[in-house]
């Protein structure tokens, strides 16, 4: 038989939440085609690696959509979780919440950037923040669900630290007010934050996955 997708209203409306709306940095201006003086074809580029990815694991379509959403919660959608800690920082990535975030997520996200520097007029033009937009939309359309536009013109963090994780993300001891106040603090209303909070979303036969705190809400009708 073949693999089932389904991909509810609930997952892609998020997605075009932070994808349309992201929370940003104050600096950051997003337009469609932003990068069409320097780099036109970098969508059908990061399409190419991501599709690539996606046949060789399924994975990809969770990892990638649960590393853009711990990013843009923390600091904005500005691709610092992907920043790697050093000897005098440990960086968002290992912070305790982030240490389950699946490597195929990460690894999409890196061969998409590489493959668009390759392209000389491309090189060092297109962050990492736009990049991992781009792959979360394309993996939403490799699962079965919609593609849309996005716009792009997003700044990578300067800064990635662990301690900007704290308080960020969604508790699995949260009572109602603390979700309403947490998910407010990001521009999303009760809404959105019930989408969020449905069942973990079936994506084919072949397993069940959720974005971080769908698991931990899962008793929330």
């Not at 399409?47 to 959403?69: D, S, Y």
Request: neutral net charge; proline residues 6%; hydrophobic residues 45%.
């Amino acid at each position: 038989m073949g693999r089932q997708m389904v991909f509810p209203i609930s997952l892609w409306h998020i997605l075009l939440i932070f994808c349309i709306n992201p929370p940003l940095p104050a600096s950051a201006q997003l337009r469609r085609n932003f990068y069409a003086t320097v780099c036109p074809n970098v969508e059908t580029i990061v399409r190419a690696v991501v599709t690539q990815k996606f046949q060789q694991t399924f994975v990809t379509v969770p990892a990638t959509l649960r590393l853009f959403f711990h990013d843009c919660l923390v600091q904005g959608c500005d691709a610092s979780v992907m920043v790697a800690s050093t000897g005098n920082n440990k960086a968002e990535k290992d912070h305790p919440e982030n240490l389950s975030l699946a490597g195929d997520g990460f690894d999409t996200v890196i061969k998409a950037k590489a493959a668009v520097d390759a392209v000389p007029g491309c090189r060092n033009k297109v962050s990492c923040a736009d990049i991992l937009a781009i792959a979360a939309r394309d993996v939403v359309a490799l699962a079965g669900g919609p593609s849309f536009p996005v716009e792009l013109g997003r700044r990578d963090g300067l800064s990635s630290t662990a301690a900007s994780v704290n308080g960020k993300l969604p508790q699995p001891t949260f009572n109602l007010n603390k979700l309403r106040v947490l998910f407010a603090s990001h521009g999303l209303d009760q809404t959105d934050m019930i989408a969020l909070s449905e069942k973990p979303f079936l994506v084919g036969n072949v397993a069940t996955c959720c974005v971080a705190m769908m698991a931990s809400l899962s008793g929330f009708e």
